[in-house]
């Protein structure tokens, strides 16, 4: 699949004098805000062991199918891009959103490097339409500056009608005509609920701060998400993208996955935690051999005072946003093929490699609506920004940048 050019922002676009919030109309008419945080000035590197882990170096993986495709990206120019979250899930408010919007907001804060290549991985939600099904979105592409167009192997998992395990499709158009099934090669762009993705700089070789690790199965499983989220923590890393790379190595004790795909988009505000329950379907499954588990996805230390206080305390993603996807030999009827990742058991049948980029810039990208001079969030009522005039904003031409 392409992905198209990203089109500058037109219309009034404000961005301050310190370049780290920008203030712009969406071409759908929605106003949005994106503010960039910085992260990781408490990250350090040292080789004191963390359970369950064993840190390796691209040598050890010479030769391997994911050494070229995922090794040389990351460092310096990373980042996350975070369009919407969890308060749109919950309040069921500002729930589409067009991955352009998304784009144009990092190349007008000066974030994509003219002449760099990316690879961005990551998880978002796609809605369903007479063209697609819509449903969990594994965002993997290869895109180029300064207009971040390129080649995407982005797809979603959806749930078949009356069925519990998701199937999946690449997240591109399709249309009968004739009898034939007629497939663009354009990337949708529209999105639902969140877009939480990194944008990785190929540097040509494993980057200096990247982590590269083996996880060594147990009998029961290894908690993956526990074990990294132990090490990152360890290390100082605050924000960051990982990907995992699972395999079976012994069929008689394969990896346990648990995925989760949602029936539907939530219809009205959610009260209850069973009501976010009773719209998704939760299913645990053992990788075949000849299957790899590939999971992408990112972690800040993201918050939703609302999501918190209906889930009793416990904070949104706290061991990072991940969707995963089958690949190799083909999906069985009783697994996820694209889903979100809840959990992963990693067997003494299994082999896994984590790899973590720490990622020192995040642009969070909120709706908002002004009332006087205070900045509100279109899904959650609660202020996003206090007060607008004690910004010093410049008006910004966004066609300048690239």
């Given amino acids: 699949m392409r992905v198209e050019e990203t089109i500058p922002l037109s219309g009034r676009t404000r961005l301050d004098t310190e370049k780290t919030r920008l203030l712009f109309t969406s071409p759908d008419g929605g106003r949005y805000l994106a503010q960039r945080h910085r992260w990781n000035v408490r990250a350090v590197r040292h080789s004191d062991p963390t359970e369950g882990l064993k840190l390796l170096d691209s040598r050890d993986l010479e030769g391997d199918s994911l050494s070229a495709g995922h090794l040389p990206f990351g460092g310096p120019g990373s980042f996350t891009l975070d369009m919407q979250g ?71 998992g959806y749930l078949p009608e009356g069925g519990e395990h998701s199937r999946a499709r690449g997240l591109h158009p399709t249309s009968e005509s004739a009898g034939r099934l007629m497939n663009s090669p354009f990337l949708l762009e529209r999105r639902s609920v969140y877009s939480h993705t990194a944008f990785l700089p190929e540097i040509g070789e494993l980057p200096a701060s990247a982590r590269l690790l083996c996880l060594e199965g147990r009998r029961g499983g290894l908690k993956a998400l526990d074990c990294i989220h132990d090490f990152t923590r360890a290390h100082g890393i605050d924000s960051y993208a990982v990907r995992l790379f699972v395999r079976v190595a012994d069929p008689s004790d394969p990896p346990r996955v648990v995925g989760r795909v949602l029936r539907r988009i939530p219809r009205r505000r959610l009260r209850t935690v069973q009501e976010a329950t009773d719209i998704a379907s939760e299913r645990e499954f053992t990788l075949a051999p000849g299957q790899e588990l590939h999971c992408y996805g990112t972690y800040w230390p993201r918050r939703s005072p609302d999501w918190e206080a209906l889930r009793k305390g416990k904070p949104y993603e706290p061991r990072g946003h991940i969707h995963m996807e089958v690949r190799g030999a083909p999906v069985g009827p009783l697994q996820h093929a694209i889903s979100h990742l809840r959990e992963l058991y990693v067997t003494e049948g299994t082999q896994c490699f984590a790899l973590i980029n720490p990622v020192d810039d995040v642009v969070r990208i909120e709706p908002v609506v002004q009332r006087g001079n205070v900045l509100l969030s279109r899904c959650s009522n609660r202020p996003v920004l206090n007060d607008v005039t004690a910004i010093q904003w410049e008006e910004h031409d966004s066609a300048t940048q690239v």
Avoid at 104 to 125: E, K, M
Avoid at 133 to 156: D, I, K, M, N, W
């Fill in 86 to 156: 969890i308060d749109a899930f919950l309040f069921a408010r500002a729930k589409y959103f067009s991955d352009m919007t998304a784009r144009q907001s990092v190349v007008a804060l000066g974030l994509v490097h003219p002449r760099a290549r990316y690879l961005r991985v990551g998880a978002a939600g796609a809605p369903s339409s007479d063209t697609h099904p819509g449903g969990e979105v594994l965002e993997h592409s290869l895109l180029h500056g300064p207009r971040l167009a390129g080649e995407s192997y982005t797809a979603s």
